[in-house]
């Protein structure tokens, strides 16, 4: 699959059309950006740990069921994906309190719920990606109440794999983010991304931050983190 034209380029990665219409390719960058883009720099090797580790994670998720947007890994940082329209929801979800949900209803970190949350945030960079509920999304016309029923059913399914999953790896997942799209057929599919980028990852042991927090909190060894990670990933 070649690349045509460059689609549109984000802060993470940039996406390209192909000559199918029903793929795109996406190439995954070095660039980090955190704080809605306030502050900037660069992890090496990272844009070749999270097309690696997204894949992989991905590949899990389609052997349990789960419809996804992978299509073929074809370079260290190229990936083939199916062009789905994406739905401008960020979907979190959490099991240990952390980041702004501490920051938002002042609890430490590191309270292991009974139960997951699941909460949305609006994409869109300008407003700062806005927390909004269901309502709104429809109000807003982002989704149908069955669109959003089905994202829901589908995060909360994604999150029981990947929790017994990363537990195997002596890894804690504390809360991550997704994003769906829709296929030009309208079926709801897994998209975007599932790295030390988008996840929240604590040694199960040492409690260590094996993620972006390293980056945000300016805690050293960012590279190293994201190495583990995908070493411990690419292993199970
Ligand atoms: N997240 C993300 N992209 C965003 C916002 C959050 O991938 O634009 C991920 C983040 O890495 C974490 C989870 O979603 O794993 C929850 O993030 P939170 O709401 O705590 O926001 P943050 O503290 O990252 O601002």
Redesign the pocket.
């Known amino acids: 699959m070649n690349k045509t034209k460059k689609l549109y380029e984000g802060k993470a990665k940039i996406v390209y059309e192909t000559e199918n219409k029903n793929f795109l390719v996406v190439e995954y960058k070095d660039d980090a950006t955190a704080f809605n883009g306030e502050k900037k720099g660069k992890i090496k090797g990272k844009g070749v740990i999270n097309n690696k580790v997204t894949n992989h994670l991905m590949q899990i998720l389609e052997k349990e069921n789960i419809s996804t947007h992978f299509v073929e890994e074809i370079s260290e940082r190229e990936t083939v994906v199916k062009n789905v329209k994406i739905i401008p929801l ?1 979907v ?1 979800i959490r099991n240990i309190s ?4 501490s920051k938002r209803y002042g609890v430490k970190e590191g309270i292991v719920f009974d139960n997951p949350t699941i909460e949305f945030s609006y994409k869109d960079d300008n407003l700062g ?1 806005p927390l909004i509920n269901e309502y709104h999304a429809l109000a807003l016309n982002v989704a149908s109440k069955d669109e959003i029923d089905k994202i829901k059913s589908i995060a909360f399914k994604i999150n029981d794999i990947l929790k017994s999953y990363f537990k195997k790896l002596d890894v804690d997942l504390v ?3 997704l994003e769906f799209g829709k296929t030009l057929e309208g079926e709801i599919i897994l998209a975007d991304e599932i790295s030390p ?4 990852f604590w040694d199960s042991k040492t409690h260590k931050k094996l993620d ?1 927090d390293r980056f945000r909190q300016d805690l050293g060894d960012v590279e190293g983190a994201y190495f583990e990670m995908m070493n411990r990933i690419i292993k199970n």
């Open positions: 960020e979190i952390a980041g702004s949900f990606d809360d991550f983010k980028d988008t996840c929240r972006k």
